[in-house]
């Protein structure tokens, strides 16, 4: 039974913009504490995109998100969203939503227990 579900990837050009979205059962966002964005590229370990509390607060992880990339939540709708502009080549990755029971964001892929099955976002140079 999928719990997340991610859309909204593609195929975009260098400099264009891309929004994902992630939907939930009500039951997943109402035991959400955060809701969280990971990546993977091929060979290597899923990180640390961006997450949002509760209360709607983010933290990202700056050495590339670089204020290009915007994460907000809507309880009301169970859906979250990543808004992204400026993508790079190197942004070119499966983009994973994650939920946590935690109350605070935590960039440790072991604190999050219910996953999506990821979205491909390819930016072309």
């Known amino acids: 039974q999928v719990q997340l579900l991610e859309s909204g990837g593609g195929l975009v050009q260098a400099g264009g913009s891309l929004k994902l979205s992630c939907t939930a059962s009500e039951r997943i966002f109402k035991n959400s504490g955060v809701v969280a964005w990971f990546r993977q590229v091929p060979g290597k370990e899923r990180s640390f995109v961006v997450g949002t509390t509760r209360r709607g607060g983010s933290i990202y992880d700056s050495t590339f998100t670089k204020g290009r990339f915007t994460a907000s939540r809507d309880n009301t709708k169970n859906t979250a969203n990543l808004q992204m502009s400026n993508l790079e080549p190197e942004d070119t990755a499966v983009y994973y939503c994650?939920?946590?029971?935690?109350?605070?964001?935590?960039?440790?892929?072991?604190?999050?227990?219910?996953w999506g099955q990821g979205t491909q976002v390819t930016v072309s140079s």
């Open positions: 994650a939920s946590s029971r935690l109350d605070d964001v935590s960039v440790d892929i072991r604190e999050y227990d219910v």
